[in-house]
């Protein structure tokens, strides 16, 4: 690859210890001709941290969580990593001028100013933190506009959209089509979904994804945050954003343009794939990835969402055409309502309520600054706990 410049390619991986950063460093490792884990960041998993660090040798690690540090730093201090604590070391290390791209895997809005700091630094983004866009998407897109930032989406959705346009920039598009599986729940009735646990939620029919994101999958609020950042990424209105339950997670998504011709892009469904295509765009390398095969899925079906039962993605569409702080509001509202629910402390359907309720109280303003999303997502944190605690608690399963 002519791009690489006959020097290995430095990878910043936020949240290497998640599913889309264990994966990005099986890429890595498979092509370890071409790039190098150069960062390493994590939460709360010390251990994994370690025992990837101690494979992959990177120049820096960084653990937030301040009281893993010692842990952290001591089982490191005889290699050469440099070991750093806290969210701040992530906002500082992006901008390091031997990264070539940095890789946002971390969950939530904490990926929020790690993922500015290293687009002020001409950092190209190979964006897995969906939230990033939610939360200040008109940022985030106006500053990789003026920093020539390239931002390549990692979810197999936005990736999909990608390739279809690529080659295709003179060519408007009509709509886009996000597909989503339906998760664990699809065709369920609302009296069926109010008595779901917790372990129901986490079995996910095809992905194998962090806690949060398998029950946002579950909810459909996953598919609500990728319309939202949808529609950043490739400059949509909203009435040009589609979601269609495909329950095979073949069909990643699919573009529609103005002469009604659709492309879409297949595969099985394995995130190291759109991973790749982010670390080595505009090229397409080899692997060894399993390959789809058509006589083995003789049936790829295509329904409507229920967004009555399922109502996290109609709440995300109206965020969306409420503009400002809205999808902001959401997005804490659910984070902190997903964690109630893995907690055994909300029910299923009482996170829409928490998210509604939310959207509701919570002070809208409609051109918003850095400033005001970080004191809005604060402001709906702390309201959304409150609520959490005021609800009827979720029931606990023996089964």
């Known amino acids: 690859m002519s791009e690489i410049n006959n020097r290995l390619k430095n990878i910043a991986i936020l949240g290497s210890t998640g599913s889309v950063g264990t994966q990005a460093l099986e890429v890595i490792e498979g092509n370890a001709d071409l790039f190098k884990a150069y960062i390493l960041t994590a939460q709360n998993n010390a251990e994994l941290l370690i025992a990837q660090c101690l494979k992959f040798a990177p120049a820096y690690a960084v653990i937030c969580n301040t009281d893993k540090y010692t842990q952290v730093k001591e089982a490191l201090a005889h290699t050469s990593v440099r070991v750093m604590a806290g969210h701040d070391s992530v906002k500082d290390i992006v901008t390091d001028a031997e990264i070539d791209i940095v890789l946002t895997a971390m969950v939530g809005f904490a990926g929020l100013e790690p993922t500015i700091n290293a687009i002020k630094a001409g950092k190209d983004i190979a ?29 197999s959705e936005h990736s999909a959209i990608f390739q279809c346009l690529a080659g295709e920039e003179l060519n408007p598009i009509e709509k886009i089509i996000i597909t ?56 949509l209105n909203l009435d040009q954003i589609d979601v269609v339950i495909h329950p095979q ?36 390398i080899p692997n060894q990835f399993k390959r789809f095969d058509f006589t083995a899925y003789p049936n790829l079906t295509f329904e409507k969402p229920d ?22 509001i959401i997005n804490a509202a659910n984070e ?14 009482a996170m829409s309520d928490v998210i509604e309720t939310c959207m509701q109280r919570i002070n809208y303003i409609a051109n918003p600054v850095l400033d005001d999303y970080l004191n809005t997502d604060k402001e709906t944190r702390i309201l959304a706990q409150e609520l959490v605690q005021q609800m009827p608690k979720a029931l606990t399963y023996l089964t």
């Open 127 to 155: 964006l897995a933190n969906k939230e990033t866009l939610v939360v200040a998407g008109e940022i985030i897109t106006a500053l990789a506009k003026q920093h020539n930032v390239k931002l390549l989406p990692v979810d």
């Open 336 to 349: 902190i309502a997903v964690a109630g629910f893995l907690n055994n402390e909300l029910g299923f359907l």
């Open 180 to 235: 989503a599986s339906g998760g664990p729940f699809r065709g369920k009735t609302a009296e069926h979904l109010a008595e779901v646990t917790r372990n129901e939620a986490l079995k996910h029919p095809n992905w194998v994804m962090g806690a949060k994101i398998t029950i946002d999958s579950a909810s459909l609020m996953n598919k609500g945050l990728e319309v939202i950042e949808a529609k950043w990424l490739f400059d």
């Open 307 to 328: 967004t009555q039962t399922f109502r996290n993605l109609q709440l995300a569409y109206t965020a969306l055409d409420k503009g400002g702080n809205a999808p902001c």
């Open 249 to 284: 997670s073949i069909v990643h998504s699919l573009v529609q343009f103005q002469d009604g011709s659709i492309k879409a892009q297949l595969g099985l469904p394995d995130m190291k794939l759109p991973i790749q295509y982010a670390l080595t765009y505009p090229n397409r």
